[in-house]
Structures are given as C-alpha cells and as structure tokens.
C-alpha cells in the first residue's frame, strides 16, 4: 500500500498553456500576403499583443511536464510573433522555441543586497559611541549653524 501511494506521487503530469497550434494553419501565414483579418480568422485572437503597440501579435503555446508536487518543466515551446503595418498587413511573421527560455533560481529564502554584511550584535552595538551624548556640542561645519 505504502509503496502504490509512493508511486502515485511520481506520476508525470502533462499540461499545455496558451494557444493549441496547427502547424498547417500556422504555416499558412505569410508577410506581404495577409493581413490582420485573414490572420484572426485563421489563427483567432492572439494570446496577447505587444505592450507598446497593437501591431505586433504573440500566439504563445507551451508544453510543460511535472513529476508529483514540483516545479512544472517546460517540455516545448512555440512563440510566434506576427507584425503589422499601419495599414494592417502582414509585414513580418517570427518563430522561436525553447532556445529562448531563461531558467531563474532564486537564491533560497534570502535576496542578495549591496551593503556591508553584519551580524545581529554588530547590527545592535555598531552605533555606540557613532553619536554625541545626549546634550553634548559638537562642532559643525555648516557657517549657518551654532
């Protein structure tokens, strides 16, 4: 029973995100030929379109595999960005897979930073004696203060 229940938990999950591409469909595309309604009709609505611009539209699809409770791992890839013109024509058609695909590790629970690296007495103690008594004059370089 034990070892079923392990077993279980190994199972590879399969998932896809984003647009289910037909490679026929995909293919049929072509700058200089179609433009922004033959490309919906044929593809739909893009996945999303550029942040700047509606000219550029992202068809994004993804494969992805995960074994029990991890992380899920990218399997395949396909982005395919279609540029209009101003008269919406297609004036470039791109294609990119996992070549792309940046694999970030944080760096455990802890985020790096600039500055000195202090232990928690030299955090609490390091300010002794940095500052005047309380009351005390000090002298100031500033000609417009006492």
Same mark, same amino acid.
């Given at each position: 029973?034990?070892?079923?229940?392990?077993?279980?938990?190994?199972?590879?999950?399969?998932?896809?995100?984003?647009?289910?591409?037909?490679?026929?469909?995909?293919?049929?595309?072509?700058?200089?030929?179609?433009?922004?309604?033959?490309?919906?009709?044929?593809?739909?609505?893009?996945?999303?379109?550029?942040?700047?611009?509606?000219?550029?539209?992202?068809?994004?699809?993804?494969?992805?595999?995960?074994?029990?409770?991890?992380?899920?791992? =990218?399997?395949?890839?396909?982005?395919?960005?279609?540029?209009?013109?101003?008269? @919406? /024509?297609?004036? #470039? $058609?791109?294609?990119? +897979?996992?070549?792309?695909?940046?694999?970030?590790?944080?760096?455990?629970?802890?985020? =790096?930073?600039?500055?000195?690296?202090?232990?928690?007495?030299?955090?609490?103690? @390091? /300010?002794?004696? #940095? $500052?005047?008594?309380? +009351?005390?004059?000090?002298?100031?370089?500033?000609?417009?203060?006492?």
């Amino acid at each position: 029973m034990a070892g079923t229940m392990t077993m279980a938990g190994c199972t590879q999950v399969r998932g896809h995100q984003g647009y289910v591409a037909d490679e026929v469909l995909m293919s049929a595309i072509q700058a200089g030929v179609d433009n922004r309604q033959s490309v919906e009709a044929s593809l739909g609505r893009p996945t999303f379109t550029g942040q700047f611009d509606d000219n550029t539209w992202y068809y994004l699809s993804r494969d992805t595999r995960q074994y029990g409770f991890n992380n899920p791992h =990218p399997r395949d890839q396909l982005v395919m960005r279609v540029q209009f013109d101003a008269d @919406g /024509n297609v004036t #470039a $058609v791109d294609r990119t +897979g996992l070549e792309l695909v940046a694999s970030i590790s944080p760096d455990g629970d802890k985020t =790096p930073t600039l500055g000195r690296d202090r232990s928690f007495f030299q955090e609490l103690f @390091g /300010n002794i004696g #940095a $500052v005047g008594a309380p +009351g005390a004059q000090g002298g100031s370089n500033d000609p417009t203060r006492p």
